[in-house]
C-alpha cells in the first residue's frame, strides 16, 4: 500500500481575453466549488480526472492525502496572488505531511498567469523540490499546451483523449494506472512531438474527423506495443499567446527506442491531415437565414463558439440573438447569456413582464448591447443537477437566471458565467431543448456530447467573441517563429 498525496489546479488561459481569473472565480460553483480534504473523496461520481484516480486508488486500498481541487472558469490570466494562494497552500501541505510514495495532479495544461506562461511547470517544478524523486504524474486536458518544463518534472503526464470530454474520469483512471507502473518498476522513458501548426478549437472535436480517427489510431498504438505504457495526444489550446502554445504527443514507455517510434508515428498521422484544420465558418446572418429555412425533423444547432466562456469568452455577445430577431426565425432558444444587469432587471419585474433590456454587450471592446423589449417568461435561482455526459454528478448555480422572449426567441440570461455543455441549463430555465427547432449553444464542442443527439445539422457561427476562431485574426507576440497559424495558413513572423 502507497501512501499518495492528490490536488488539482485547473485553469484554461486565454490571454487574448478582456479581464483577469482572481481567486474568487476559483471558489465559484458554477461546477464544483473550491473542496479540501475529506472533501474530495465524497463524491463517488464526481466526473472529472481525480475521481477516477480517487475510485482507482481507493479500490487498491493505497492511502490517500487529499489536498486540494478548484477549478476556474477559463478566462483571462490567472492574478499573481491567486496563483501563489492556490498554489502555495498545495505546496505547503505536501512539505507539512510527507513524506509520500507518490504525487498525483490533476492539472488542466493551459494556465498562464500574469508571471509564468507554462503556470503549470512551475507547479511542479515546486512539487518536485519538496517531494524529491518520487513518482509524480498528472492528468490533462486534451487542450494543454506542453513545453519543456512540464516534460522535465514530470515522470508521466495523460491527456484526455475524448472532445468533448466524457472520459476525464477515465484520464484519472490512466494517470493511477501509470503511478502503479512508477511504483513498482524503473522510470519510464518519454518522447514529445511537437506539431509545425495550430489546431483551431473547432477542429479538434473526437466525434468528427479527422481527430476520430486520429485518437483511435493512438489506442491501437499503444494496445499494440506492450513496451507502450501511455499515449496522449493533445491538439492545444490556440489562444494563449505563449512560447508553447500548440499540440503535442506524448509517449512513455519501457525503452526510448519504442516511445521515439510510437511518437513519431502518431505525429506523421496528423501532419498528413494538416489540411482539415483550416477555421471556415458561417456569419451570424447566413446562420440566422440557414434557421429560418430549416425544415428538418430534428432541431438545428447554431454553436456560438467564439463567445464559448469554456474557452474565456464572456458569455455575453448578442450578435447571433439580434441575427436569430432580425431575421424572424420562429422558434429559437439560446443559452446561456451571461449579463447579472438583465437577470435582475427580469427578476425584479417578475414573470409576464415586458421589460426594456440592454442585453449583453458589456464587455468585450467593440461590442455593445441589444437594445430591445423583451417578455419574462420564467425565473429561477439556486442549485440544480447536472445529467448530461460530459458533467453528471455535479450541481450547478447560476445565481438570478431568466427566461426572456424576443419575438420567436427566447433566451437563458443568468448571473453567472458557463458555457452550456448541458440541456439542463435550458430545463433549469423551463425550456426542454427537443421540443424546440433551433438550438444555440455558447459553446465551441463541448455541447456536442449532450445535444448532438438532438439534431439533423450543426452550424458553427463566427459571431462576435473574445474567442477567435482563426488563430491567423489573433495579435500574436510569443510564437515559435515559422510555426504555422492553423492547417496549411501562413507562418507566423515576429512583427
Known sequence: MARIAIAGFLHETNTFAPGTTGYADFQARTMAGMMRG????????????????????????????????????????????????????????????????????????????????????????????VVGDIPVVNSLDLHGN?????????????????????????????????????????????????LPFLLPIHRQSTFTEPCKSIYEALEKLEADDPD????????????????????????????????????????????????????????????????????????MILAD???????????????????LVAQKVPDAIVAILADPESAAKAHAAGIGATVTLDLGGKTVPGQKPFRTEAVVEQLAEGSF??????????????????????????????????????QDYFRHAGIEPKDH??????????????FQPLSDAIVEVAAPGACDMNPANLPWTKLPEGLRL????PAWKRP
Open 437 to 450: 427547432k433551433i438550438i444555440v449553444v455558447k459553446s465551441s464542442n463541448h455541447y456536442r456530447a449532450d
Open 486 to 489: 492553423y492547417g496549411n495558413g
Open 146 to 194: 506542453i513545453g519543456d518544463g512540464m516534460l522535465t518534472h514530470a515522470d508521466a503526464m495523460v491527456a484526455y483523449r475524448t472532445y468533448p470530454h466524457v472520459d476525464m474520469r477515465a484520464t484519472g483512471e490512466r494517470a493511477f494506472r501509470l503511478i502503479e507502473a512508477l511504483l513498482a518498476g524503473p522510470p519510464l522513458a518519454k518522447a514529445m512531438r511537437t
Open 385 to 422: 443537477a447536472l445529467t448530461g455526459p460530459m458533467l453528471g454528478g455535479l450541481t450547478s448555480d447560476l445565481g438570478k437566471v431568466a427566461r426572456i422572449r424576443i419575438g420567436g426567441v427566447r433566451v437563458v440570461v443568468s448571473s453567472a458565467r458557463t458555457q452550456c455543455n448541458d
Open 38 to 129: 475529506a472533501e474530495m473523496l465524497q463524491n463517488p461520481k464526481f466526473p472529472m480526472a481525480t475521481g477516477g484516480f480517487i475510485a482507482r486508488a481507493q479500490a487498491a486500498r493505497h492511502e490517500l492525502f487529499p489536498i486540494l481541487w478548484c477549478f476556474a472558469e477559463p478566462g483571462g490570466y490567472v492574478t499573481a496572488a491567486a496563483f501563489e494562494r492556490i498554489a502555495g497552500e498545495i505546496i505547503a501541505s505536501l512539505a507539512a505531511n510527507g513524506p509520500f510514495d507518490a504525487v498525483y495532479l490533476d492539472l488542466h495544461g493551459a494556465m498562464v498567469t500574469t508571471e509564468h506562461d507554462d503556470a503549470e511547470a512551475e507547479i511542479l517544478r515546486r512539487v518536485r523540490a
Open 305 to 323: 463558439i467564439q463567445d464559448n466562456p469554456g474557452a474565456g469568452g464572456t458569455g455575453d455577445t448578442v450578435g447571433i440573438i439580434e441575427a
Open 228 to 299: 507502450i505504457a501511455s499515449m496522449s495526444f493533445l491538439p492545444g489550446f490556440p489562444l494563449a499567446d505563449i512560447p508553447m502554445c500548440g499540440a503535442v504527443v506524448l509517449a512513455y514507455g519501457k525503452s526510448q527506442a519504442a516511445v521515439d517510434r510510437a511518437a513519431d508515428e502518431l505525429a506523421a498521422l496528423i501532419n498528413s491531415q494538416e489540411a482539415a484544420f483550416e477555421p471556415g465558418l458561417k456569419t451570424p446572418a447566413e446562420a440566422a437565414k440557414l434557421a429560418f429555412g430549416y425544415a428538418g425533423n430534428r432541431s
